[in-house]
Structures are given as C-alpha cells and as structure tokens.
C-alpha cells in the first residue's frame, strides 16, 4: 500500500481506531499457582481492544480493528468489545485459526509467583498482514493506536505494523505502546531494535521506565527521550512514581511535566497500562494540558487497578475533571480504592 489513506464514511465516526490481537481470558477464581486454581471466570483482555473499550466507556467514538476465529470465542470476543460501544465492523473473522485464549494468576505481573499460559500461536491476529489489512478502517480516525505486542506475533504483523507507521500524506496521529513482552518474540533478541525503530516512527509514545531498561539497558527519563528523539511527544511512566511527560511542538524544545501518581489500593495490577493510555488518549483529543492529560490516565489506571479485571467503567467525565482540577497538594492526599469511581463515593485523602 502507499499514498494517502482511503477513507470511508462508515469509519470516519471513530475518534481512535485500535489494532491488535484481543483474546478471551480466564481469570483465577482465587489466588494461587495455575496448577491449584479450581475454576477461572471468563473475560476478555487484549491491549488494544482495552484501550479502544475505556475510551468509549469515556464517551468517545473507537472502533477496534483485529482478526479472530470463526468460533465461539471470536463470536464472544466481537460481542463483549462492542457492548462497550466500540465499532467492530472491520474486525475479520478467520475460518481457519482460532481465536487466542490465555490464562494467568491472580498475582501483579511484576512478581516471582505471577504465571500466564497463552494459547495463541497460530492464532487468527498473527495472520494480520500488508495485505489484509482494512486501510480504510485503519486510518479513518483522528488516532491510530498501535503496540508492540502486535509486532511480536508473526513476521506479517511486524510488517503491517511498518506499513502503517510509515511517514505518509494524511497519516493520523500514530500512538504507539511501546509494551515489551519477552516471552511473546520468538527471537528475543530482535524485539529491542524492532520496538525502539516502531516506537521513534510514531507520534505519541507510551513507555515504562522499567521496560526501556530491560528492552534497551537505558536508565533515567532523559537517557530515554535521547533513544527517542522523533515523537512529538513521549510518555515515560515510573509505576507508583508518576510519569514523565516530554511535550514539544514543531520545531520547539521539549517542555518536560512530571506528573505524580495517586494513592491506590490496588486490587490487580492488570490493564494499568492500557487503562493509563486511554485516559490520556481521551485527554489528548479534548485538547487539555498535558499535565492534565497524565492526570486523566492516572485516574483510568485507578480505575483498573482497584478491580479484578482488565476493564472497568471509569469515572464520569465531570468528577474525573473535578479532580484531575486539584492543586497539587490536594492532589497528592488522594487515596483510591475498590469502587470510589461511583458517583456516590467519597475518595479519600491521606
């Protein structure tokens, strides 16, 4: 594919379209080694299609773009994702590979005891290609929101996921995640050059702090803007520190904004990432500061973190405005727990 991208008008209703694998995932029914959890309860998780699901649970128009089996699953997959309003009328249903399913522990990704079991090798998303791919749906939107866990699922994803950073008259904003999983690259070794060279093609990039070093041995907010000189702008986020944001327009210098994060009581560190984009994304296409933009995806992230799963509704707009306002002291005495999103709650201070 090349020149500029087609346009449909069925598609132009989405503020941010969303491309990736989503998968059904079975969550523990209670804490412990997947060899001793008794039952799992059924849901679905997928980076991606996360961050397309909170964004329209914010009030915007999304549509998430993917490929999924002609099964049961892919028919429960396209059926959840779209209740949240998310337009799913590109999504392609593959007759000859299944959908992905994976299983994990209740436990933080980020500890010894945290197991997951993917079943998605030759999964209907790693059949995603140049050549299959619905551009018109792809680039209809205000933003395209990519990561690179889709380019570690086939060497034909990689490649759509070249095609479509690629510099072009009429590009959307490109957002990038820069989401480094390890244990999904069959050639581990490729994955840091690869993601690195995605994520400098892009506009807007996320990246953990803790992922950047593990990826490209690079330590320190600044260290990783030189890595990425090319996005406009670039979220490093430091976990229960904050994050970093570096914001330039064209042709000017950064403005560097640290932003801290919220007291939470987490309940599962599952979908923050995802969840922290999304509230920023939304910020973004309101056209907010963007110290508020990182406090919105601060927020979405407390949503998630204080519930099982990868999703939750977030708060209404107008509260989350209301506290995202806070000087930075009051600010700083928030304290988030189970359910303080509901508009009856009262959210504590320290």
Same mark, same amino acid.
């Given at each position: 594919?090349?020149?500029?991208?087609?346009?449909?008008?069925?598609?132009?209703?989405?503020?941010?379209?969303?491309?990736?694998?989503?998968?059904?995932?079975?969550?523990?029914?209670?804490? /412990? !080694?997947?060899?001793?959890?008794?039952?799992?309860?059924? #849901? %679905?998780?997928?980076?991606?299609?996360?961050? +397309?699901?909170?964004?329209?649970?914010? /009030? $915007?128009?999304?549509?998430?773009?993917?490929? *999924?089996?002609?099964?049961?699953?892919?028919? $429960?997959?396209? =059926?959840? %994702?779209?209740?949240?309003? *998310?337009? @799913?009328?590109?999504?392609?249903?593959?007759?000859?590979?299944?959908?992905? %399913?994976?299983?994990?522990?209740?436990?933080?990704?980020?500890?010894?005891? $945290?197991?997951?079991?993917?079943?998605?090798? #030759?999964?209907?998303?790693?059949?995603?290609?140049?050549?299959?791919?619905?551009?018109?749906?792809?680039?209809?939107? !205000?933003?395209?929101?990519?990561? /690179?866990?889709?380019?570690?699922?086939? +060497?034909?994803?990689?490649?759509?996921?070249? =095609?479509?950073?690629?510099?072009?008259?009429?590009?959307?904003?490109?957002?990038?995640?820069?989401?480094?999983?390890? /244990?999904?690259?069959?050639?581990?070794?490729?994955?840091?050059? &690869?993601?690195?060279?995605?994520?400098?093609?892009?506009?807007?990039?996320? &990246?953990?702090?803790?992922?950047?070093?593990?990826?490209?041995? %690079?330590?320190?907010?600044?260290?990783?803007?030189?890595?990425?000189? =090319?996005? +406009?702008?670039?979220? *490093?986020?430091?976990?229960?520190?904050?994050?970093?944001?570096?914001?330039?327009?064209? #042709?000017?210098?950064?403005?560097?904004?640290?932003?801290?994060?919220? $007291?939470?009581?987490?309940?599962?560190?599952?979908?923050?990432?995802?969840?922290?984009?999304?509230?920023?994304?939304?910020?973004?296409?309101?056209?907010?500061?963007?110290?508020? !933009?990182?406090?919105?995806?601060?927020?979405?992230?407390?949503?998630?973190? @204080?519930?099982?799963?990868?999703?939750?509704?977030?708060?209404?707009?107008?509260?989350?405005?209301?506290?995202?306002?806070?000087?930075?002291?009051?600010?700083?005495?928030?304290?988030?727990?189970?359910?303080?999103?509901?508009?009856?709650?009262?959210?504590?201070?320290?």
């Amino acid at each position: 594919m090349s020149g500029t991208p087609a346009r449909t008008d069925a598609a132009t209703a989405a503020a941010v379209v969303c491309l990736g694998e989503s998968m059904v995932t079975f969550l523990p029914s209670r804490p /412990g !080694r997947l060899a001793d959890v008794p039952s799992f309860d059924r #849901g %679905i998780g997928g980076a991606e299609s996360n961050v +397309a699901c909170a964004l329209a649970a914010a /009030g $915007h128009r999304t549509a998430w773009v993917g490929r *999924v089996g002609a099964d049961g699953f892919g028919d $429960h997959l396209v =059926e959840a %994702i779209s209740a949240y309003g *998310v337009d @799913t009328s590109a999504v392609r249903r593959d007759p000859a590979r299944p959908t992905g %399913i994976y299983f994990r522990t209740a436990a933080d990704r980020g500890t010894e005891v $945290h197991e997951v079991a993917y079943y998605r090798a #030759g999964s209907a998303a790693s059949a995603m290609s140049p050549s299959n791919a619905p551009y018109d749906a792809l680039f209809a939107g !205000r933003v395209l929101h990519l990561s /690179g866990i889709t380019a570690a699922l086939s +060497a034909d994803c990689l490649a759509l996921l070249h =095609e479509l950073t690629a510099p072009r008259p009429g590009r959307p904003l490109v957002s990038f995640d820069v989401n480094h999983r390890p /244990g999904l690259w069959r050639d581990a070794g490729a994955s840091p050059a &690869v993601l690195l060279d995605l994520a400098r093609r892009a506009d807007l990039v996320f &990246v953990g702090e803790d992922e950047a070093e593990e990826a490209w041995g %690079i330590a320190g907010t600044e260290a990783i803007r030189a890595a990425l000189p =090319e996005p +406009a702008v670039l979220v *490093v986020k430091r976990g229960a520190e904050g994050a970093t944001v570096f914001s330039r327009g064209a #042709g000017a210098a950064d403005t560097v904004t640290d932003v801290p994060a919220l $007291h939470v009581d987490v309940v599962a560190a599952v979908g923050a990432g995802d969840a922290f984009a999304a509230g920023f994304l939304s910020a973004t296409l309101r056209g907010l500061p963007v110290r508020d !933009r990182a406090r919105h995806g601060h927020l979405m992230a407390a949503a998630v973190l @204080t519930v099982p799963g990868d999703l939750t509704d977030p708060p209404a707009r107008d509260r989350a405005d209301r506290l995202v306002a806070l000087d930075d002291t009051d600010w700083g005495r928030l304290r988030l727990g189970p359910g303080w999103t509901g508009d009856d709650t009262e959210v504590r201070t320290t």
